[in-house]
């Protein structure tokens, strides 16, 4: 999950989920506006939600797909069967300058991906998290 900051020099913050660690790790990074960030969040399903005004993305990952996002080549090679993507837009009064969403990206290496009731699932919490993630 990641989120826009108001810090001077990061542009956000990203946490991370892993099922064999038991804490989540937090790390922030710099400006994408430029060079290869640029590129790769060109390149992102979470910049193609913003571009269409979607909220909800699912893909699978496979031999047909890897090539489709960045970061899909890494998740074929650890055997990740789908990605969904989410991004939950903040009400005008909500926005802070630029962090105006927060965006989540869940995967899984089960055969056959997620199931639908998981995605309604994570759809239906992941903004919850979100506002906690914004507010602290």
């Known amino acids: 999950m990641f989120i826009d900051t108001?810090?001077?020099?990061?542009?956000g913050?990203?946490?991370?989920?892993e099922r064999d660690k038991?804490?989540?790790?937090?790390?922030?990074?710099?400006?994408s506006t430029d060079g290869e960030a640029a590129e790769r969040w060109r390149r992102?399903?979470?910049?193609?939600?913003?571009?269409?005004g979607e909220s909800l993305m699912r893909r699978p990952v496979t031999a047909e797909t890897e090539r489709e996002f960045a970061l899909f080549p890494a998740l074929w090679e650890a055997g990740i069967t789908e990605f969904v993507a989410t991004v939950n837009r903040?009400?005008?009064?909500?926005v802070i300058g630029e962090?105006?969403?927060?965006?989540?990206g869940w995967m899984t290496d089960?055969?056959?991906?997620?199931?639908?009731?998981?995605?309604?699932?994570?759809?239906?919490?992941?903004?919850?998290?979100?506002?906690?993630?914004?507010?602290a």
């Open 22 to 31: 038991a804490a989540a790790t937090v790390s922030e990074y710099g400006r």
């Open 13 to 17: 913050r990203v946490f991370r989920w």
């Open 90 to 94: 903040f009400s005008a009064e909500g």
């Open 44 to 52: 992102s399903p979470h910049y193609r939600l913003l571009e269409t």
């Open 99 to 104: 962090m105006d969403c927060f965006y989540a």
């Open 110 to 135: 089960r055969a056959g991906g997620f199931s639908n009731a998981g995605v309604a699932a994570l759809a239906r919490l992941t903004p919850f998290l979100g506002l906690a993630i914004k507010a």
């Open 6 to 11: 108001l810090h001077p020099i990061h542009e």
